[in-house]
C-alpha cells in the first residue's frame, strides 16, 4: 500500500486516505473496537455488509454531477476492486459492492485521480447534497441552483461542524416546487422548512 499514498496531490485527502489504512490495520489487530471503527469507515463511505469480510463504497456525487472521466474511473475501478456492478442512489450517488476492506484506500485513491470523495458518503454527517435532475438546462427554472449546491457541499465537506451530527442530514436543492423534501430543503421560490431556520445562520 505504500505506492498509492505519493500519488494524491492534495495533502488533505491524502491524510484521509492513509488514516483510514492505518485505522482498518488498527481494528485488524485489536487496538480499536469494533464501534470505534465503524464510526470512522462510515463517515469515509465505507459501509458493512451482512456477507463477511466486504464492505459496500458510497461514492458521493454532489447533486449528481459526474463527468465522462470520472465515469471512466468509476467504471475502471469497480472492475478492478469489485464485480464490477454500480448501484445508482435515490440521492445520486454511486455505490460499489463487494469490496475488500483492506483495499479500500486503494480504491479511495484511485477515485481521488478525477476528484472523486468517498467522505462523509455515510454515517452521521451532511450527507451527498442533491438537486433538480434538470437544474441548469430547465426553461422554467428562475435560476440555477447547481452553484449553491455545490457551494453547500464545499462548505461542508470536512467541516468540523458536521461530524459525528448524532444523525445523518440530509439537503435538496430544487429548482422548481415538486421535489422531495429532505431535512432541508432550499427551492428556488425560498420556501424553507421552519424547523431548520438556525442552518440559515451558519451558512452565511
Not at 448501484?87 to 483492506?102: A, M
Not at 422554467?140 to 449546491?149: G, H, I, K, L, T
Request: include cysteine; glycine fraction near 6%.
Amino acid at each position: 500500500m505504500q505506492s498509492f499514498r505519493t500519488e494524491i496531490e492534495n495533502p488533505i485527502v491524502e491524510k484521509d486516505i492513509i488514516e483510514l489504512e492505518e485505522k482498518i490495520r488498527e481494528f485488524k489487530g485489536g487496538s480499536i473496537d469494533e464501534e470505534k471503527f465503524r464510526s470512522l469507515r462510515l463517515a469515509r463511505g465505507v459501509y458493512g455488509q451482512r456477507q463477511p469480510g466486504v464492505q459496500m463504497i458510497r461514492i458521493k456525487l454532489p447533486y449528481g454531477k459526474v463527468s465522462s472521466s470520472q465515469l471512466r474511473r468509476i467504471s475502471d475501478v469497480a472492475d478492478e476492486y469489485s464485480t464490477g456492478r454500480l448501484h445508482i442512489t435515490t440521492r445520486q450517488d454511486i455505490q460499489i459492492h463487494h469490496v475488500d476492506l483492506e483495499r479500500t484506500p486503494e480504491l479511495w485513491a484511485q477515485l481521488e485521480k478525477d476528484s472523486v470523495t468517498l467522505r462523509e458518503a455515510c454515517g452521521n454527517t451532511v450527507r451527498n447534497v442533491t438537486a433538480s435532475e434538470t437544474a441548469g438546462i430547465d426553461r422554467d427554472e428562475p435560476f440555477d441552483v447547481s452553484p449553491y449546491a455545490q457551494a453547500i457541499f464545499e462548505y461542508f465537506l470536512r467541516n468540523p461542524i458536521g461530524q459525528e451530527m448524532g444523525r445523518k442530514f440530509k439537503v435538496s436543492f430544487s429548482s422548481s416546487d415538486v421535489m422531495q423534501i429532505r431535512d432541508f430543503r432550499i427551492c428556488t421560490t425560498l420556501v424553507l422548512l421552519p424547523k431548520y431556520w438556525m442552518v440559515l445562520k451558519v451558512l452565511k
